[in-house]
């Protein structure tokens, strides 16, 4: 939230200021109307975060930390057994007493609260203000009506002006006014009227208030009031005799006294803008150059955006071990040769009667826009869910799309199933591929030759792509044990809005370390899951100094542990909907830190079971988590 607001407070300001500082050049070339709407144009910049994927306007750079070496279980290829099992009988007892978390506001929520309560201030400020003008201008009965608008004299304004959102009011001061005067008066504050610029100079102190704490936000209003006197005074003399014009200038400058409030539109003001004002009036048409003049806008506001991208644009960290990158398995108890021939699919030899193939854990591996993976410490958007491996590179080329990309001074194939040719050309799948080659050639591990094990792989083999899965089709994974319970985890996007039917816990708030391996505080009170209703555990957000936590879901009703999930990474829904047996009854969701206690984003609700809850292969899996 921070950041969006400096984001459009410095993209709305960069561009404001242009328009402030070239103010009279561009009024004189492309007419007070064209300004006009390009400074209400520019005051999007200050309310509508735009997006640059500022990785895609310098040439793509991958960053590697040295990683140290780290033990890793040799993956058998048994089938791994329910965390649930490893946790002691009384893990469900013990569990049951805890404390509640303690929420307490952390520096953001402190400068949120405080940029909160200066909005609020000044929409007060200029409010309360406006309505005691208008109150005090309008409180004599009418004297004229023109077009459905009341005209009120009053003693304490002096010009003509416009006031009033749904029943504006035309006022005018006390004073001896030619019947001309007036009715040229008249006719400029039914311009403002038509306009609606009474809307847009709300919009404005809006926009102002929004950005109180930035000081050129204070300018803008008034340059957006100066620049809404130049849009009509234009359309006013549009098609008026040079004799005209100067009588309506005439009739301004007899009018010409104190300011007004920001929120009304007056024919007064300062001595360079009356100038300014009536340069304007006495120049001929700009019709021929308004093109010009929006395409300048559109330079102008692009090269805001991008500027202001590039400055609020995150330097992207080191790839690292459970930081992004990827690396191939390699087990330690088998031969190089082994490896390479078990990764490619291509080990003949047969052990106990079952072949021997390195593994990875199953399913569909999420990376962001970077073609980096969603990690313990890369808890970034996700963009692409990918499922990839390594082929024989015969197999891949007679089989399969293929295309060579040049890494690192290698030839390294790349192959494309059915399922994924549409993506062989695809920015995002390249600079994963990229990433990972990279990141391998330059990967160490004290146990075996890693630089040696790629080598033969880019030799050999075929980096495949299998399947390209897209937000909107991101599914659960289903890791259910076998008492009828549904178990799952899913990373969240922005498709994963649901109805809620029960509100239990939203908010940032600290977690616990974990004191004994089954230990937790509760988070929210205890809540009832009906027939057909599942539970989601969001862990929106974490932090580096704890990524991952531990969480317990708990029969209140039987007193039994329903699942112990540790080490589940930020970023994550995990789903939960009971056995039929158990609708209807009471459940509690402790969590806990992995390692250290520190402040987590966490969202906990019920809703309707729906369609989409299936695993996404069909497969029922345990997660196995990197502990950092």
Known sequence: MIKMLLMTSLTGSVISLLLILLKARLVKKFGGTWYYYICLLSLALFVVPVQVNVSGLMPQQVVIEERAPVQQAVLTGETASSVAETVPAAAAQTAVNHHLPLTVPDAEQWILGIWAAGVVFMVCRYLFGYSRFKKQVTQNSPVDKVENLAVVASDYVHSPMLIGFFKPKIVIPKAEISVYDYQLALRHELTHHTQKDAWFKLLAVLVNSLHWFNPLTYLVVRNISEACEYACDEKVTQGMEWEEKKRYSDMILNFAAQASPALSSSLARNKKQLFRRFELIMKTSTKSRKLLGTLLAAVM??????????????????????????????????????????????????????????????????????????????????????????????????????????????????????????????????????????????????HYDHQAFINELISRGAYVIDEVVTLENFKPVDFSGQNGDFLGMKILTKFDKKDKITDVFNQKTVIPKNIDGNQGAQLGNSFLIGSGESLAIDIKETTDKMPQVNLAIINVTTGELMDWIPGAIGGYRFIYTPREAYANHTFKVLMSGCKESDTASIEIFTYRTGDGEAASDGQTIRPTYNQA
């Open 301 to 446: 506001i692009a090269g805001s955006v991008t500027a202001t991208s590039l400055v609020f644009a995150e330097e992207l960290k080191p790839l690292s071990e459970f930081g992004g990158a990827f690396t191939t398995h390699y087990n330690w108890s088998r031969t190089l040769e082994d490896n390479v021939l078990s990764t490619l699919d291509m080990l003949s030899d047969i052990k106990g009667g079952i072949r021997w193939k390195v593994s990875s854990i199953p399913g569909t591996t999420y990376i962001d826009v970077n073609g980096r993976k969603i990690d313990t410490y890369n808890r970034t958007e996700p963009y692409y869910g990918v499922e990839k491996e390594w082929k024989e590179k015969k197999f891949a080329i007679e089989t399969m799309t293929t295309k060579t990309l040049s890494i690192e001074g290698k030839d390294v194939t790349v192959a494309f199933s059915d399922k994924a040719a549409a993506y062989q050309d695809d920015k995002v799948i390249e600079k994963m591929i990229r990433n990972q080659i990279t990141f391998e050639l330059s990967y160490h591990d004290d």
